[in-house]
């Protein structure tokens, strides 16, 4: 069965950084679509970057340049490097897997193209 923890959310000042992991089991992450999604109060879940199994990545455009997500295949654990957070990056923040299809074009941005999710860890940003 797969699972996905999230780990590494919390609290910081604009203009910080934080580093969330997601660790997975059940599966292998070489050969899956994995995304970070976030949701912020009143707001639907969007997709924030995903990576693919050769390493391939996608941005949604307010975090180009300033976030980062990698993949350690050995660990089974994927990351997202934050870089000068503001308080629009403030929200819960899910790691999802599903078929390397998905990491194609927009399709990566689609909650419902994942059916395998974690359970979610909180970043909030104060100005």
């Known amino acids: 069965q797969v699972q996905l923890v999230e780990s590494g959310g919390g609290s910081v000042q604009a203009g910080g950084s934080l580093r969330l992991s997601c660790a997975a089991s059940?599966?292998?992450?070489?050969?899956?679509?994995i995304a970070w999604f976030r949701q912020a109060p009143g707001k639907e879940r969007e997709g924030v970057a995903a990576i693919d199994s050769v390493g391939n990545t996608n941005y949604t455009d307010s975090v180009k340049g300033r976030f980062t997500v990698s993949k350690d295949n050995a660990e089974n654990t994927l990351y997202l490097q934050m870089n000068s957070l503001n308080s629009e990056d403030t929200g819960m923040y899910f790691c999802?897997?599903?078929?390397?299809?998905?990491?194609?074009?927009?399709?990566?941005?689609?909650?419902?193209?994942?059916?395998?999710w974690g359970q979610g860890t909180q970043v909030t940003v104060s100005s």
């Open positions: 059940g599966y292998t992450p070489g050969y899956y679509c």
């Open positions: 999802a897997a599903d078929s390397p299809l998905y990491c194609r074009s927009d399709y990566w941005l689609n909650t419902r193209h994942f059916a395998y």
